[in-house]
């Protein structure tokens, strides 16, 4: 069984991988479900976009993560679909030849996604008046 560490929320410039992994591992995994769940995109594509995705939400988070404050940078490490794509995600899928049309036509068209400290949650509205809304279980070794 693996130890996860965690961030002490000092660390500089020094940020490591292993730092939100739990987190992160929760909201890459989502995202790649809900590709997978289209069919459109093979295991293989989808293991790659999993590494990219992770990649870049590693380093984008990497300066405003607080576990001592988990709300603190909330709005920062937001992930937005709203009719126009998150570019994190659009950076990712480019990395297996999906355009921003594909994209659209792959994800819900209103999705947000909360990564924060110890909790990641979701929305998504399918129609004005159908919204589903959850939490995505963490690893308890947390």
């Not at 929320?9 to 020094?14: A, E, V, Y």
């Not at 490490?77 to 990395?95: E, L, T, V, W, Y």
Request: glycine fraction near 4%; aromatic fraction near 10%.
């Amino acid at each position: 069984m693996s130890q996860v560490q965690r961030w002490n929320g000092n660390c500089g410039s020094n940020c490591s991988r292993v730092e939100m992994v739990p987190e992160i591992a929760a909201a890459v995994s989502f995202v790649s479900s809900l590709l997978r769940t289209r069919g459109c995109v093979s295991e293989q594509q989808l293991q790659v976009f999993s590494a990219a995705l992770e990649e870049a939400l590693t380093e984008h988070y990497k300066h405003h993560w607080f576990p001592e404050k988990p709300f603190k940078g909330s709005g920062y490490r937001c992930i937005r679909i709203n009719h126009k794509m998150d570019p994190i995600i659009s950076k990712a899928a480019s990395q297996i030849g999906l355009s921003l049309q594909q994209l659209y036509q792959l994800l819900p068209s209103e999705l947000t996604l909360w990564v924060d400290p110890y909790e990641v949650s979701y929305r998504i509205d399918y129609k004005p008046d159908t919204t589903s809304a959850g939490e995505l279980c963490l690893r308890s070794s947390l």
